[in-house]
């Protein structure tokens, strides 16, 4: 089926998403291979989905990077460079650059749908990555460097290697960088990325059996805290609650919003209710059941429905204010 939509989704490598338009109406299939302009040459992505609709894209559809890592990035642009282009705070560390224009406005093009020889090139870039991770990874050894190298990622064009790393802390890399713009002869960036940007670009299963969300489908990520299993009654329990990147699952933000919003028709756990057989106190609510468990002073425990200890809680309210008048 061809995608005609003004504006494409193209997929890189680690799972990388951008917006591109597509001015040429190209005919395009989810799954061809495109070649795109970038901000200093040429790149070549996949195919996968239509954009954000004919017309109403803002320019700022490009991914958003959910979960910066410490501020460290930095860029050079070529081989012979004596000091990083962007020096930071003088120790190689620089706040993080993105390929995409989002900040300004600007939305790259798609150019054409990439040729036999175009792919063919894309997979021997593919293979040359794996070299220069080792490569990377023995200068970081040897510079005694606290980073972990993530991925690396060549640039269709091969005027720019960009290394994928995390870090406790900044890193100075200085050195670093030069010795692979020296090896590589190219624009070199270090980019450091956060936990669940390692998971993603990695990619994996999850707990459920389904490949990780953030591979699948996510664009982004969102702050996720223990009020969100809070909310929807789970035990909170590090080793279920936490994915295959060591923080919080993201999934726990789903149906999170059904929670909270069904939360407001519930009496909140400590409120009194006077029973037949005596006065207990509400310990938990069952939101997809709508019913409130109340225990009591002896350690017994029952549960009603919801309704019905609303009913309950009135009757107490109105009771009180005879009483007071």
């Known amino acids: 089926m061809l995608i005609d939509e003004l504006f494409v989704k193209v997929e890189f490598k680690g799972n990388r998403r951008e917006i591109f338009l597509n001015d040429t109406e190209t005919g395009l299939r989810a799954g061809d291979y495109a070649v795109v302009e970038v901000e200093s ?118 005027k720019k290697i960009t290394f994928f790393y995390t870090a406790d802390e900044r890193v100075d890399f200085r050195q670093l960088v030069k010795d692979l713009a020296s090896i590589f002869r190219t624009r070199i960036e270090m980019r450091q990325i956060g936990a669940r940007d390692e998971a993603r670009r990695i990619g994996g299963v999850g707990s459920c059996g389904q490949e990780l969300c953030c591979t699948r489908f996510m664009e982004g990520f969102e702050p996720i805290n223990t009020q969100y299993a809070k909310d929807q009654n789970l035990p909170i329990n590090p080793s279920k609650l936490s994915g295959a990147c060591g923080k919080l699952k993201c999934c726990l933000r789903f149906e999170w919003d059904f929670y909270a919003e069904s939360l407001k028709d519930f009496p909140s756990p400590g409120i009194p209710v006077e029973l037949p057989n005596g006065i207990g106190t509400i310990c938990s609510n069952d939101i997809l059941n709508r019913r409130v468990t109340v225990a009591f002073e002896n350690g017994a425990t029952e549960m009603l429905e919801l309704n019905q200890v609303k009913t309950i809680l009135t009757q107490m309210a109105e009771d009180s204010r005879r009483k007071s008048q």
């Open 41 to 158: 040459g040429l790149d070549l992505g996949t195919i996968r989905t239509r954009g954000c609709g004919k017309g109403n894209c803002d320019g700022n559809c490009q991914e958003k990077s959910g979960e910066k890592g410490n501020g460290n990035s930095i860029k050079t642009t070529g081989p012979a460079l004596a000091e990083p282009a962007h020096s930071g705070n003088g120790n190689g560390n620089h706040e993080a650059d993105t390929d995409s224009d989002s900040t300004n406005g600007v939305v790259r093009r798609i150019l054409r749908v990439a040729n036999h020889e175009e792919i063919n090139r894309l997979m021997e870039n593919r293979k040359a990555e794996d070299a220069a991770l080792v490569e990377c990874e023995q200068l970081v050894q040897h510079h005694g460097l606290n980073m972990k190298l993530v991925d690396v990622e060549y640039q269709f064009d091969r």
